[in-house]
């Protein structure tokens, strides 16, 4: 076959593929050809940009920033936002769009677990009020000391759980208890059993990611973390911390003392649960990457500016 009688056949067959909405088996039949021969002329004709391609994203501006983030990580949906200059409104439209991913998956006798921090509280502000019925959520780790708190932040749980008219099921016990025997101990009594139990029973884990790297990152945390064992994460590459577990920039969860004293969540019940991960705002780059270059995040909404610097420090 001559070349141009080729490119003529890769035009018909393009044409009759394409403009005329004919199946690859009837165009088989119509130019006595395979239907595996036809198929390798409809790549050809793509190829020699025979035929070219153009997705119309309408008005969702950030949809191929989404695919070319889900392209290149394990990740099955990604949601993106817009970035402000002021974070608190970036972290506004984050919890928005979370509580809008929230309402999707909702069910009857759905068990959510929840994580707490400014972007989980913006998502229970803006969860909608729901007729599921028999909804659980359930607190993923132990209280912080209120003056730890300032922006109320600890109480995510109790506000989602009034939004959607569900049961709240608290961890009320501390975050962090180094004593291996006082641990197992608190682990072991009924409320706090309970409330271990039904983590184990979450159908979704609603969590933010928190970096490490500026004063304000680990200052809701000082009460638990002193100086020594904020020397050991960053010894450890620490970059980030998920569910109150630190993890390095690999986003593998570090090997210290301080991720075995958590009571709440363990480790590999967050990588056995599907999730969704909510992380806008400023200097989370770092963090998010690492849970991406780790794999197994089914749901992250982030803001435009966070993906356009993920996708820049991969290039």
């Known amino acids: 076959m001559s070349k141009n009688d080729e490119q003529q056949l890769l035009i018909d067959v393009a044409e ?30 793509r190829e020699r940009k025979i035929v070219e391609i153009i997705i119309h994203y309408g008005d969702d501006p950030y949809q191929q920033l989404s695919r070319r983030l ?7 949906k990604v949601v993106i936002t817009k970035s402000y200059d002021d974070e608190e409104k970036t972290i ?62 600890r109480h995510a749980g109790l506000l989602l759980a009034q939004n959607l008219g569900a049961e709240l099921y608290g961890l009320h016990c501390p975050l962090y208890i180094n004593d291996p025997k006082a641990r197992e101990a608190v682990k072991n009594t009924p409320i706090v059993r309970n409330t271990l139990n039904m983590i184990q029973n979450c159908d979704v884990i609603i969590s933010g990611i928190g970096h490490i790297g500026n004063a304000t990152s680990l200052a809701i945390w000082d009460n638990y973390i002193d100086s020594d064992i904020q020397s050991q994460i960053i010894k450890a590459n620490g970059v980030g911390f998920l569910c109150a577990h630190f993890f390095d920039q690999n986003g593998e969860f570090l090997d210290l003392p301080i991720n075995r004293e958590v009571i709440g969540v ?50």
Request: aromatic share 6%; with cysteine; net charge positive.
């Open 266 to 315: 363990d480790i590999e019940t967050m990588k056995a649960k599907q999730n969704i991960l909510v992380a806008g705002g400023r200097y989370k780059t770092r963090a998010i990457l690492a849970l991406l270059q780790a794999g197994g995040i089914n749901t992250l909404i982030t803001d435009e500016e966070n993906v356009k610097e993920i996708l820049a420090a991969i290039q």
């Open 16 to 45: 009759m593929y394409y403009l005329e909405d004919k199946t690859q088996s009837e165009i088989a039949r119509s130019l006595y050809l395979s239907r595996p021969k036809v198929s390798r002329l409809l790549k050809k004709a």
């Open 70 to 76: 889900r392209q290149a990580f394990r990740v099955d």
């Open 92 to 153: 506004r439209d984050c919890g928005r769009a979370a509580a809008g991913e929230l309402a999707k998956i909702l069910k009857d006798d759905m068990v959510l677990g929840i994580s707490w921090g400014r972007n989980i509280k913006a998502m229970a502000k803006y969860t909608p009020k729901s007729n599921h019925r028999d909804i659980k959520v359930v607190e993923l780790f132990g209280d912080i000391q209120s003056g730890s708190d300032p922006e109320n932040v």
